[in-house]
Structures are given as structure tokens and as C-alpha cells.
């Protein structure tokens, strides 16, 4: 199952039969429907890559660091797991499981984010932070990442707009003679 959605298909059980060597009936003497093991096949995937979610050494060092290692892991992460986030988010609206686990990983970025940015992140109010966090969180996720591959735009010109993305959105806000705090991106 894993290595045919890998390969980029949305598995029949004739195909998944197949690539394992066995008959359609002892695949469903395992799985009551196709959706219960092409399920089963995404979570094993997702368990087998989960340790590319992690951000190297996140919250240190210089804020140029940061970004760099933000993105490279986001980049090999989504490389990695692109034909199974697909399927994930094709079949998101049908299976609840399947949409928990999505928005699991999605909190994890964003949480990540909060944390690999904190010092910059904590000059801001807490909407604010939480606006910025979501934002950082959208620019740098699958559907950015996927949305620029597929059109066949390079990793290394994603990297390079999500670098250039990122700084803005974590500058410090500017207190006016006013007292207003104004940003970069306005209030």
C-alpha cells in the first residue's frame, strides 16, 4: 500500500493485492474496505516519517540559522511525504480519523514555529503572536510547499521565497510618538 502511494496512485485493492503477493480476498480478510487499509497504510507511513518533523536544534541560535533550518526541514519533510499528504488531504473530508491526524500535524508546525520563533514572536501581544504564528504556519506548509512544486517551481526558488517571506513577519513592532504599535504588516 505504502510503496504504491508512493509511487503516486491511489491504491485498488487489485494493485495492493498484487504488490503484495497475495489474492483480493486475504487482503480483506485484514481490512473490512479498501478505505480501512489504504488508512491503515497512511498512518504506518506517517509513523515511519515522523521523525522528519522535527526542527533541528529548534529555538537556537541566530535568526538567519533559524530560518534556514526551519525551511530545510519543511522542504525534506514534504519531499518525503508528499504522495501520502496528498491522499491525506483527498480523503480528509470523508474520513474523520484521517482529518484528526492532519490537523494534529498542522498544530505540531505551527507550535513548532511558536516555539523556533519565540524570542521574536514575544514582542508581540498574543493575537498578534497567534496571527503571525498562522500566517508563518500557512506560508511554509504542504499546500504552499505543493502548490509551488507542482507548478514546477524548484526547492531551491521555494526556499528562497520562503526566506524572504519568514523576516517580515517576525520584525519587532514600532511604537509611534502616539503610543500605536504599528508593524511592518500594519496593526
Same mark, same amino acid.
Given at each position: 500500500?505504502?510503496?504504491?502511494?508512493?509511487?503516486?496512485?491511489?491504491?485498488? #485493492?487489485?494493485?495492493? $493485492?498484487?504488490?503484495?503477493?497475495?489474492?483480493? %480476498? +486475504?487482503?480483506? =480478510?485484514?481490512?473490512? /474496505? !479498501?478505505? @480501512?487499509?489504504?488508512?491503515?497504510?497512511?498512518?504506518?507511513?506517517?509513523?515511519?516519517?515522523?521523525?522528519?518533523?522535527?526542527?533541528?536544534?529548534?529555538?537556537?541560535?541566530?535568526?538567519?540559522?533559524?530560518?534556514?533550518?526551519?525551511?530545510?526541514?519543511?522542504?525534506?519533510?514534504?519531499?518525503?511525504?508528499?504522495?501520502?499528504?496528498?491522499? #491525506?488531504?483527498?480523503? $480528509?473530508?470523508?474520513?474523520?480519523?484521517?482529518? %484528526? +491526524?492532519?490537523? =494534529?500535524?498542522?498544530? /505540531? !508546525?505551527? @507550535?513548532?514555529?511558536?516555539?523556533?520563533?519565540?524570542?521574536?514572536?514575544?514582542?508581540?501581544?498574543?493575537?498578534?503572536?497567534?496571527?503571525?504564528?498562522?500566517?508563518?504556519?500557512?506560508?511554509?506548509?504542504?499546500?504552499?510547499?505543493?502548490?509551488?512544486?507542482?507548478?514546477?517551481?524548484?526547492?531551491?526558488?521555494?526556499?528562497?521565497?520562503?526566506?524572504?517571506?519568514?523576516?517580515?513577519?517576525?520584525?519587532?513592532?514600532?511604537? +509611534?510618538?502616539?503610543?500605536?504599535?504599528? /508593524?511592518?504588516?500594519?496593526?
Amino acid at each position: 500500500m505504502i510503496d504504491l502511494l508512493l509511487d503516486g496512485h491511489t491504491p485498488s #485493492v487489485e494493485a495492493v $493485492a498484487g504488490r503484495a503477493g497475495v489474492s483480493v %480476498a +486475504s487482503v480483506f =480478510r485484514y481490512f473490512a /474496505t !479498501l478505505d @480501512d487499509l489504504r488508512h491503515e497504510g497512511i498512518h504506518r507511513f506517517l509513523e515511519r516519517i515522523d521523525h522528519l518533523l522535527a526542527v533541528p536544534a529548534i529555538g537556537s541560535g541566530s535568526l538567519d540559522d533559524r530560518i534556514d533550518r526551519l525551511v530545510r526541514a519543511r522542504l525534506r519533510y514534504y519531499d518525503e511525504a508528499a504522495p501520502v499528504a496528498r491522499q #491525506v488531504r483527498r480523503q $480528509a473530508a470523508e474520513v474523520p480519523d484521517l482529518a %484528526a +491526524s492532519l490537523q =494534529r500535524v498542522r498544530s /505540531t !508546525l505551527a @507550535d513548532q514555529i511558536a516555539q523556533h520563533f519565540g524570542e521574536e514572536l514575544d514582542a508581540f501581544r498574543p493575537g498578534e503572536r497567534g496571527r503571525r504564528v498562522a500566517v508563518l504556519a500557512t506560508i511554509t506548509s504542504f499546500e504552499s510547499w505543493d502548490q509551488f512544486t507542482t507548478a514546477g517551481v524548484s526547492a531551491r526558488s521555494v526556499a528562497l521565497a520562503w526566506r524572504e517571506a519568514i523576516p517580515p513577519l517576525l520584525a519587532p513592532p514600532i511604537r +509611534s510618538e502616539l503610543g500605536r504599535i504599528t /508593524t511592518p504588516l500594519g496593526r
